[in-house]
């Protein structure tokens, strides 16, 4: 049988501690009873069993979140949102089951920080940490460091969180700052992986500068927010989502991939968008009032391409 531990922290799914069992001689029992000390002994060596090798699961309160139920296990937010199929825009519920793998199964905490093959740092997020103090730490500004990772400033970070660190040689693109270049670069990558073209890409350059300066505003007309200025009462996500720049850039060149389905209409929705002129197909997509605007930063973002690849 399980019981919910809450005491000192989260509701824990644990088997019964089996450590106090009687363990009296059953010989010198009332031959009625020998048979249920007998069931009652091979239940505790059972039971004794499961709690050995069962993986822990986590019964979900209420007040629960999932920062409190990892920094409880002591695991990273990313490892319980992997360990169940989770993503950051999940919601738990008071009854849920989730599972917390065994820690022996557990691959070994990587360090702080990593150096990948292509000479992109990482940070692995300890807990203490601020995003001043990271940026700090590697002599970078919070703006680029927000920007590297799609992220505002209101915007929380979690032990085992994994943060990319803009190298120092990172490149600039003409005319932009670190924070501005960081974005097209998120652009540039998310385009790349979609299979857009370079048009297609400037595109959505253009429109994000027109849109937030390639910014990652937190505010704007109406309830307008993000790179490109998309809004929750049109569909486009809730304001949290709008704000992950990444999944704003999705949302912006939709297609198959879109994570608004087919709620909004993405650049790769619109029929024959490659054939339109520049301005037209990034209207296409957001209904401005000023559609001439976006024309204005084409020469300009094929420029970003080339410098950021």
């Known amino acids: 049988m399980t019981t919910a531990i809450a005491a000192f922290g989260p509701a824990v799914t644990a088997h019964a501690d089996t450590s106090h069992v009687s363990t009296f001689d059953g010989e010198r029992a009332p031959a009625s009873l020998r048979a249920p ?14 709690v050995e090798s069962a993986s822990t699961t986590y019964i979900v309160s209420s007040g629960d979140t999932i920062w409190s139920i990892a920094t409880y296990f002591d695991v990273g937010v990313s490892q319980v949102l992997a360990w169940n199929d989770l993503d950051r825009g999940s919601i738990i519920y008071p009854g849920e089951v989730l599972v917390i793998a065994d820690p022996a199964a557990t691959p070994a905490a990587a360090p702080a920080s990593v150096t990948t093959a292509n000479s992109n740092t990482t940070h692995i997020v300890r807990a ?3 995003l001043w103090a990271i940026s700090d730490a590697h002599g970078l500004s919070v703006s ?3 920007a590297a990772n799609g992220l505002t400033g209101a915007s929380i ?3 085992g969180d994994e943060l990319v660190i803009p190298t120092s040689e990172q490149a600039l693109a003409p005319g932009l700052d670190a924070e501005q270049s960081a974005h097209a670069q998120l ?7 979609l299979g857009v073209s370079d048009r297609g890409i400037a595109i959505a350059l253009a429109t994000a500068m027109v849109e937030s300066w390639l910014r990652n505003l937190d505010w704007g007309d109406r309830d307008s927010a ?9 569909g486009w996500g809730t304001i949290e989502e709008i704000q992950d720049a990444e999944r704003a850039t999705r949302a912006f060149f939709g297609g198959d991939s879109d994570p608004n389905g087919r709620s909004t209409r993405g650049l790769l929705d619109i029929a024959g968008w490659s054939e339109l002129p520049f301005a037209e197909a990034a209207q296409a997509v957001q209904i401005s ?3 001439d605007r976006y024309a204005d930063w084409e020469h300009d973002a094929f420029a970003w391409i080339e410098a950021l690849g």
């Open 37 to 50: 000390v007998a069931e009652i002994a091979a239940l505790a060596q059972q039971l004794r069993v499961a």
């Open 157 to 159: 970070i979690y032990p």
């Open 289 to 291: 009032a000023y559609p």
């Open 226 to 234: 993000g790179l490109f200025q998309q809004r929750p009462s049109q």
């Open 144 to 146: 680029a460091v927000l």
């Open 128 to 130: 203490g940490d601020t």
């Open 187 to 193: 652009i540039i990558r998310v385009g790349r992986e």
